[in-house]
């Protein structure tokens, strides 16, 4: 209800550089000249986490990672345009951009997506409070739509994080080391719910399949690895990652 009201009161504008839209795409956001401009993450990279190797040695980023996080993947470098459409999703108030960032994600290759299941990576819950909505879980069922896969709510955060953005990549590890647990730790399925839109029931049969997170941006990847830590010790043997945007890590050393 609320998208729709807003969809009627925004001039039919790109958000991104004010073009205004054609009547044909008056009920996107952003125009297709500012899509173009995203700049794609390509190979080479490191296969696990995707980030460009090191000149020498072999990756550091994803050294630490639980065994069962095999792989993250990111569709656009978070340049400027990018930046924005992701600022738009979290602090814009406007969860429908969303559809524009799977859009952008949908040609990531992920082995077994066919019986993967997508886990939004949550927010704490006085973020969620704030912001009204969790803008991963958008992302999550809008990329479910074109992927056509069910998005499951594995996760909770037990604990809000302070925001990552100053933090070293130790600092931010330590930061959200334990910060998730999975719904169904106790209980089994019964303490399970289906996010809506989506049809499938959590059973403990889920975490047979492969997961695939789903977040905005990567940066260093911890949020992602601690993720998939509390679902390695619920037992799932294969955790994906997949994110909209990717910072580019500052050296820190
Ligand atoms: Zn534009
Ligand atoms: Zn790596």
Request: proline share 6%.
């Given at each position: 209800?609320?998208?729709?009201?807003?969809?009627?009161?925004?001039?039919?504008?790109?958000?991104?550089?004010?073009?205004?839209?054609?009547?044909?795409?008056s009920a996107r956001l952003v125009c297709d000249v500012c899509r173009h401009r995203w700049r794609p993450v390509r190979p080479p990279w490191c296969a696990r986490c995707g980030q460009p190797e090191p000149l020498?040695?072999?990756?550091?980023?994803?050294?630490?990672?639980?065994?069962?996080?095999?792989?993250?993947?990111?569709?656009?470098?978070?340049?400027?345009?990018?930046?924005?459409?992701?600022?738009?999703?979290?602090?814009?108030?406007?969860?429908?951009?969303?559809?524009?960032?799977?859009?952008?994600?949908?040609?990531?290759?992920?082995?077994?997506?066919?019986?993967?299941?997508?886990?939004?990576?949550?927010?704490?819950?006085?973020?969620?409070?704030?912001?009204?909505?969790?803008?991963?879980?958008?992302?999550?069922?809008?990329?479910?739509?074109?992927?056509?896969?069910?998005?499951?709510?594995?996760?909770?955060?037990?604990?809000?994080?302070?925001?990552?953005?100053?933090?070293?990549?130790?600092?931010?590890?330590a930061n959200v080391a334990g910060a998730f647990e999975t719904r169904n730790a106790e209980g089994g399925a019964r303490n399970s719910r289906t996010v809506e839109g989506s049809a499938v029931r959590v059973a403990?049969?889920?975490?047979?399949?492969?997961?695939?997170?789903?977040?905005?941006?990567?940066?260093?990847?911890?949020?992602?690895?601690?993720?998939?830590?509390?679902?390695?010790?619920?037992?799932?043997?294969?955790?994906?990652?997949?994110?909209?945007?990717?910072?580019?890590?500052?050296?820190?050393?």
């Amino acid at each position: 209800m609320r998208e729709a009201v807003e969809q009627l009161l925004l001039p039919a504008e790109c958000l991104l550089c004010r073009a205004l839209l054609s009547f044909r795409d008056s009920a996107r956001l952003v125009c297709d000249v500012c899509r173009h401009r995203w700049r794609p993450v390509r190979p080479p990279w490191c296969a696990r986490c995707g980030q460009p190797e090191p000149l020498f040695g072999r990756c550091r980023l994803c050294a630490e990672w639980p065994a069962a996080f095999g792989l993250a993947r990111s569709a656009v470098w978070l340049d400027a345009g990018a930046r924005e459409a992701v600022h738009a999703l979290k602090y814009g108030g406007l969860p429908r951009i969303a559809t524009e960032l799977a859009a952008a994600m949908v040609g990531l290759d992920v082995p077994g997506l066919v019986s993967g299941l997508l886990v939004p990576v949550p927010l704490g819950r006085a973020r969620l409070r704030d912001r009204g909505y969790n803008q991963s879980e958008r992302l999550a069922r809008a990329l479910g739509r074109r992927w056509r896969r069910p998005v499951v709510d594995l996760l909770v955060r037990t604990r809000d994080t302070a925001a990552q953005t100053a933090l070293t990549p130790e600092a931010r590890l330590a930061n959200v080391a334990g910060a998730f647990e999975t719904r169904n730790a106790e209980g089994g399925a019964r303490n399970s719910r289906t996010v809506e839109g989506s049809a499938v029931r959590v059973a403990s049969s889920a975490f047979e399949r492969p997961l695939i997170l789903v977040d905005d941006v990567f940066t260093t990847g911890a949020t992602l690895a601690e993720a998939a830590r509390a679902l390695e010790r619920a037992g799932a043997g294969t955790v994906w990652a997949v994110t909209f945007g990717r910072a580019v890590v500052p050296d820190f050393t």
